[in-house]
């Protein structure tokens, strides 16, 4: 190291923290509606077959109402039900006046029609965001129940006092969970959004240019650094499970506990060792998006309830 050189280390952006201030603000005001209303917010998540990640990401879910105050329900069905049996369950939910938040989760099994059971859902206890009209009201940017991830994303930006008006944002990834709607939200926050897929020629142009830079791709270390310029704020989506076998030298050092305890560990799709030395900012992988995506599920849940009940947003 030359004398007087200046190490640069990312700060990390703590899901975890963020989301717990998030919960802490919910529970205040589900207090305030049971003192005012008598009545409890509700969310009732619809379960189907048996997935392990799905049942993992149902039980959080759980966990997260319990925190807050929330009346919780996990309606499980199995996993060759029909997709006619889905709709009269969703229906039932919509007219069920203690039920104000209802979340199916995905993914559903490939003989069930996702697209009718979504939007067979009232929008105004469509607390995914995912229904037709809720997207609908994001482009026009009118008020609605917004995708828990990419609201996630903007609040962490946001109480990390982070500048997105007039920031050149690139998104990795265009699902319709992640990605579309996080293009818009940033849109609405006034950046300059580029969005890159897998049909793009030549993403890491794209990549170096940006200085918010949102990975939601579904492939681990996608993102290495020789993708990204000094300084840009790195939001980490991607979960992907690594076996020991599948590690190379370099990760089974940095996650060696991890593999000796579980024999797994979880990385995104950010090369975090190759990027975190030149960002910003940077979201760690656990710890990053994750609880962010619950506390703003919660968020959408308290909000659908407002409204419901006549309350003041």
């Not at 026009?140 to 609201?151: E, G, I, N």
């Not at 020991?244 to 030298?249: G, L, M, S």
Request: hydrophobic letters at 40%; proline letters at 5%.
């Amino acid at each position: 190291m030359i004398k007087g050189e200046v190490v640069k280390i990312a700060r990390l952006i703590s899901g975890p923290e963020i989301a717990k201030d998030i919960k802490a603000e919910v529970a205040e005001e589900v207090s305030e509606i049971v003192r005012l209303k008598g009545v409890r917010p509700g969310l009732t998540v619809v379960l189907v077959g048996n997935d392990p990640a799905s049942k993992v990401y149902v039980r959080n879910k759980q966990l997260g109402c319990d925190e807050v105050g929330f009346k919780s329900e996990a309606i499980r069905m199995d996993e060759n039900v029909s997709t006619e049996d889905i709709l009269k369950k969703v229906d039932r939910l919509n007219y069920d006046l203690n039920v104000h938040g209802i979340l199916v989760q995905l993914p559903l099994p490939p003989h069930v029609d996702k697209n009718r059971v979504l939007e067979a859902i009232f929008p105004e206890k469509d607390v995914d965001g995912f229904h037709p009209m809720s997207m609908g009201r994001l482009v026009a940017q009118q008020d609605c129940l917004v995708p828990a991830t990419p609201s996630g994303i903007i609040e962490m930006l946001k109480r990390k006092d982070i500048k997105i008006q007039g920031k050149e944002a690139v998104i990795v990834g265009r699902s319709v969970i992640v990605g579309r709607p996080m293009a818009l939200l940033l849109i609405n926050e006034s950046a300059t959004v580029t969005i890159c897929h897998t049909k793009t020629r030549d993403m890491a142009a794209h990549t170096r240019n940006a200085e918010i830079l949102i990975v939601s791709a579904g492939r681990p270390n996608l993102i290495g650094g020789d993708m990204v310029s000094e300084g840009t704020v790195v939001i980490d989506v991607g979960i992907n499970r690594i076996l020991k076998d599948q590690a190379d030298p370099e990760l089974l050092k940095w996650r060696k506990e991890d593999f000796k305890k579980k024999g797994t560990t979880l990385i995104g799709d950010v090369n975090f060792l190759e990027v975190e030395p030149k960002a910003s900012y940077i979201t760690p992988v656990p710890g990053g998006v994750g609880p962010m995506t619950i506390a703003m599920l919660l968020k959408n849940t308290l909000k659908a309830a407002k409204m419901q009940l006549g309350l003041k947003l």
